[in-house]
């Protein structure tokens, strides 16, 4: 009897060390990391986000007491790599970097917070002032004007929400066709920014990009491309992280974006991402996309 209990406490003590060493370390026991490196999707150009992330970094920093630091990145699949192997902690994604960002790390990805504008968010088409192509109701009657014109459209990036994937599944949705069956050339130009410059100076004669990127250009620039059609509305960007940088730092990062608005530098990096301020936000309200890359959604050729 003896033997038998001494065989089953040392079976028990067994196991609970196998259980010690195999489970993984809880998120909330997790330790705050050395350095928080933020990175975005550009869509924007690099001076612009180095001085506006900048700002985000320094209030971060100020909030949590770990260095951070923002860092460029030069195309969207970088930032969701860069997210995914560790390499930066916090990521500022649009639905489509956030959704193949999870398609990626699965449960590791945590949405940690979004603009007010980001659960309403709406993407312009605009058209060269030069090219007389006036407003529209609805793109079905863009597709019905373009026919026989050879007119040319510039999306921004391939996996831009706003510049690429709402727009193409709005004109399809609404016209009945793809953009390559209307329109003569149909190219990525990379970002928003991108987009709009080469619209206004009649390098394309129509593109489509996200709000924000178009309501901070100069009203030259706007007066050179103006809007011919507003898409609805659809969710969009976010700042999402790594689960294992753990409960504490995580929830720091929260209460400083939320709090941004509180400093003169959160105010500024605001007014540039046109928002006045950050809300709650759950990777449940990305989860669309998700299902949305899963299936096979054309993106283009």
């Given at each position: ?21 195999f489970t993984p ?189 178009y309501d901070r ?18 969710t969009n960007y ?64």
């Amino acid at each position: 009897m003896r033997q038998k209990f001494f065989d089953s406490l040392v079976l028990t003590m067994a196991l609970a060390v196998m259980a010690l060493i195999f489970t993984p370390l809880s998120v909330s026991a997790a330790q705050a990391p050395d350095k928080i490196t933020i990175v975005a999707i550009p869509d924007d150009s690099a001076e612009n986000m180095r001085e506006f992330f900048g700002l985000i970094a320094r209030h971060i920093e100020a909030a949590t007491g770990i260095p951070t630091e923002y860092v460029h990145v030069e195309n969207y699949a970088a930032t969701v790599t860069a997210l995914a192997t560790g390499r930066a902690q916090l990521a500022w994604f649009g639905a489509v970097t956030t959704a193949q960002a999870y398609l990626m790390m699965g449960d590791e990805l945590e949405v940690v917070a979004a603009r007010d504008i980001d659960k309403e968010f709406i993407s312009y088409f605009i058209a060269n002032a030069e090219a007389g192509i006036g407003p529209v109701s609805d793109l079905k009657e863009l597709a019905e004007m373009a026919a026989g014109k050879n007119w040319t459209f510039t999306f921004g990036s391939k996996s831009s929400t706003s510049s690429h994937l709402m727009p193409r599944n709005f004109f399809a949705d609404q016209s009945g066709k793809r953009p390559e069956q209307v329109f003569r050339t149909v190219a990525y130009s990379g970002s928003h920014d991108v987009v709009l410059q080469k619209v206004a100076n009649g390098e394309f004669h129509l593109g489509g990009l996200g709000q924000p990127p178009y309501d901070r250009a100069s009203a030259e620039l706007q007066a050179k491309a103006p809007i011919i059609y507003t898409t609805p509305k659809f969710t969009n960007y976010c700042f999402a992280t790594r689960a294992s940088l753990g409960r504490e730092t995580i929830d720091q990062i929260h209460a400083a974006l939320l709090g941004l608005h509180e400093s003169e530098e959160g105010r500024q990096a605001l007014g540039y991402l046109k928002s006045e301020g950050f809300v709650d936000a759950d990777i449940s309200e990305w989860m669309g996309y998700v299902e949305l890359l899963k299936s096979g959604v054309d993106i283009g050729n």
